[in-house]
């Protein structure tokens, strides 16, 4: 079937770790978003890719950053000059940006202490 | 200012009832799109409705239909015969521009819970 695949769902890091989390599609999509979800407020991009070898940062880059490798794969790496990176992370893909419709991964949990 | 508003925190609906959740949204591009998605208490985030600025029909998909109000800016998400499953929490989201990268902005979002 095809779709977007986060892994893990719940992922623990202790601070000043840095963490990657894994963002998989096999839609054959171009475009692919990390964003951030916190308590109360809605989804945040962090960065974008519209093709391979190819990256943007969102509204909320400082402390992150991504590789676009493959097609297929756009690993989020949470470093730790992110101050608060205690949240929930989604993966989205869409066939381009201009495309309307994104599709989202069932996200990661990450959880620093 | 905001770019999209949802002022309902919370909504309650009665099984088999409809329900509409609120969303208003600010932009002077001509040329935009809105969205709902529904986030179930898994963390997935399903697309459900879209409507174009350019769409002269209210777009609706099954159970779902959005009332876009153009010269009002409201695109006001109607859930008709609630089910139980319905019970998430409910995302309004504006794509702006035309041509390359167009950037989605999310609400806050609304929880809905569906009462037997």
């Known amino acids: 079937d095809g779709g977007i695949t986060q892994s893990p769902k719940y992922l623990f890091r202790k601070e000043g770790q840095n963490v990657t989390l894994s963002c998989e599609q096999n839609?054959?999509?171009?475009?692919m978003y990390w964003y951030r979800q916190d308590p109360g407020q809605g989804l945040r991009l962090i960065y974008y890719s519209q093709i391979v070898n190819d990256f943007q940062k969102g509204d909320i880059a400082e402390g992150y950053s991504v590789s676009r490798e493959k097609k297929e794969s756009f690993p989020l790496t949470v470093t730790s000059a992110q101050k608060n990176p205690t949240a929930f992370y989604l993966c989205?893909?869409?066939?381009?940006?201009?495309?309307?419709?994104?599709?989202f991964g069932p996200g990661t949990r990450l959880t620093v202490t | 200012a905001q770019k999209i508003t949802q002022t309902q925190p919370g909504m309650f609906v009665q099984e088999k009832e409809a329900v509409t959740l609120d969303c208003t949204y600010d932009?002077?591009?001509?040329?935009?799109?809105l969205f709902w998605y529904k986030q179930p208490s898994s963390g997935e985030m399903i697309f459900l409705i879209y409507?174009?600025?350019?769409?002269?029909q209210n777009a609706t998909e099954g159970r779902y239909s959005l009332n876009f109000q153009k010269a009002r800016k409201s695109a006001n998400l109607v859930i008709s015969a609630s089910q139980l499953g319905d019970s998430a929490m409910y995302f309004c989201?504006?794509?702006?521009?035309?041509?390359?990268?167009?950037?989605?902005?999310f609400g806050i979002g609304t929880k809905l819970q569906v009462i037997p």
């Open positions: 932009t002077s591009d001509p040329s935009y799109g």
């Open positions: 839609l054959n999509h171009d475009a």
């Open positions: 989201a504006m794509r702006e521009g035309s041509g390359g990268y167009q950037k989605v902005t």
């Open positions: 989205a893909s869409s066939r381009g940006t201009e495309s309307y419709e994104q599709y």
């Open positions: 409507q174009g600025s350019y769409d002269q």
